[in-house]
């Protein structure tokens, strides 16, 4: 069974940055696609980023530019490291591998 447990979230202004982790155990991660999806209120989950397992990279037109996804195999962790941040990017980030899925971290972005 996989266990995904994010970290890292909280508070930050306008132009600020954070970056979040998810750690995962109970698979083979250096095999697997990675992948970042948010929630925010009221809205549907959506997209974010994805590394695959040789590391070439994806992402969300809302993001691109901004956020960076990265993992080290090494300590079976995902990352995703968020700039320049604005109130939209707002929501619960989850982090996913296939059907798997974490709890999630609280992102706020204040004005």
């Known amino acids: 069974q996989v266990q995904l447990v994010e970290s890292g979230g909280g508070l930050v202004q306008a132009g600020g940055s954070l970056r979040l982790s998810c750690a995962a155990s109970?698979?083979?991660?250096?095999?697997?696609?990675m992948n970042w999806f948010r929630q925010a209120p009221g809205k549907d989950r959506e997209f974010v980023a994805s590394?695959?397992?040789?590391?070439?990279?994806a992402y969300a037109e809302s993001v691109k530019g901004r956020f960076t996804i990265s993992r080290d195999n090494a300590k079976n962790t995902l990352y995703l490291q968020m700039n320049s941040l604005k109130p939209e990017d707002t929501a619960v980030y989850y982090c996913?591998?296939?059907?798997?899925w974490g709890h999630g971290t609280q992102v706020t972005v204040s004005s």
């Open positions: 109970g698979r083979t991660f250096s095999s697997s696609s």
């Open positions: 590394v695959s397992w040789t590391g070439r990279a």
């Open positions: 996913n591998m296939a059907a798997d």
